[in-house]
């Protein structure tokens, strides 16, 4: 548990930096504008989210401020600025784990390994295509342009409607999210040693 919070604290800065990264990448300067184009951790954390990752082993960070009105192709750099986090997450996850079987204190390489898991969860959970999440903002880059008015309605619902699913239907994450979650790690620790 103890080591669940510095853990928790480098995905979120990778992911949330990733995010105002490629959004500055392709002309949105919103979050270097407020301060958030950096690798503090603290001006990332949201104190709910990050209770509930403590608490429940998910959550959510402060979202990076994004104006897709800045970018030439908002759909497509909106898509890509949704994968910035968890690509950056399961990149970081990949690297971290070609150190974890190098010798070390204990105690490190549990925050090493704590470190893998969060950043793998984390990038699976934000891929869900439920608003607020990064998938919700994949999602309309495959959609007609007839159906995008419908999406941008689901998503004042989207928060509710994933507080349901997580809350009042039983076993939700570990059915949707466990299978990705062991691919990735597979995948992440693909050729070390056993």
Not at 81 to 92: I, K, Q, R, S, Y
Not at 152 to 161: A, K, R, S, T
Request: charge should be neutral; glycine fraction near 8%.
């Amino acid at each position: 548990m103890l080591f669940r919070i510095p853990a928790l604290l480098i995905a979120v800065t990778v992911h949330e930096f990733m995010h105002g990264k490629i959004a500055h990448l392709y002309g949105d300067s919103t979050a270097k504008d407020q301060g958030r184009l950096t690798l503090n951790p603290l001006k990332h954390l949201d104190p709910l989210g990050t209770l509930m990752i403590i608490v429940a082993g998910f959550g959510w960070a402060k979202p990076v401020p994004v104006n897709p009105h800045r970018f030439q192709d908002p759909r497509k750099h909106m898509m890509l600025v949704g994968l910035a986090g968890p690509l950056a997450n399961f990149t970081a996850a990949y690297l971290l784990a070609r150190l974890f079987y190098l010798p070390m204190p204990e105690v490190v390489s549990t925050l090493l390994g704590v470190t893998i898991w969060i950043n793998v969860m984390l990038g699976i959970f934000n891929l869900l295509p439920i608003p607020p999440l990064d998938g919700s903002k994949i999602i309309p880059y495959f959609l007609p342009e007839s159906m995008q008015d419908a999406w941008y309605g689901f998503e004042q619902y989207g928060f509710i409607i994933l507080l349901g699913l997580v809350f009042l239907v039983p076993g939700f994450l570990s059915t949707v999210l466990g299978p990705p979650i062991e691919f990735m790690l597979r995948f992440v620790y693909a050729g070390l040693p056993a």
